[in-house]
């Protein structure tokens, strides 16, 4: 199960500019903290990255969230960035599922699994509705929140080809 550092390593480019640009928009705060801890942890001035070109920038906070140190910092902002610009999609599976959430998609725990034909039932009309790169970025974050997950869903992460993202080599 990926944890949330190798996610990122692994998110389409259209993913992370999404995920960046959602973050300079609407949560400047958040951004700007995540700029400056990247930049410590490198020993960099916060101004550097600052002047860097955007689409330059955010490769770069890409790359560096994509590192095992990150695990934490990469988590939270997966989240931010899923509630927070994704709710519908999340609302949308768990709704297919039968999951009682919250308005912003969030459940108090993980359920039992449901079985395959469920998920697939639950997650073919999510391509349909939402960005395909950012159903399958949300399954793999959905599946990691539990630490043994839903053997399942990680069937078909495996087996499914819209599910796939270019995971790094495990170190």
Known sequence: MPKPYELFAALPPAVSDQLFAFLM?????LYKATIDTLAKQRKLRPVFLERKPRPE???WMKDALGRKVNEAV???LLQIWLVGA????LCDFLDGLGI??????TIEAMPPAPTK????????PLFEKHDPGVVAVYLHAFQALDDNG????AELLAEDPRLQLAMPAAA
Do not use: C, Q, S, V
Request: net charge negative.
């Open 57 to 59: 920038r955010h490769t």
């Open 86 to 89: 994704h709710a519908k999609l």
């Open 117 to 124: 034909e469920a998920l697939t039932k639950a997650i073919d």
């Open 74 to 76: 990469a988590a939270h």
């Open 150 to 153: 839903w053997p399942t869903l």
């Open 100 to 105: 009682t959430h919250d308005e912003n998609g």
């Open 25 to 29: 928009e609407r949560e400047k705060p």
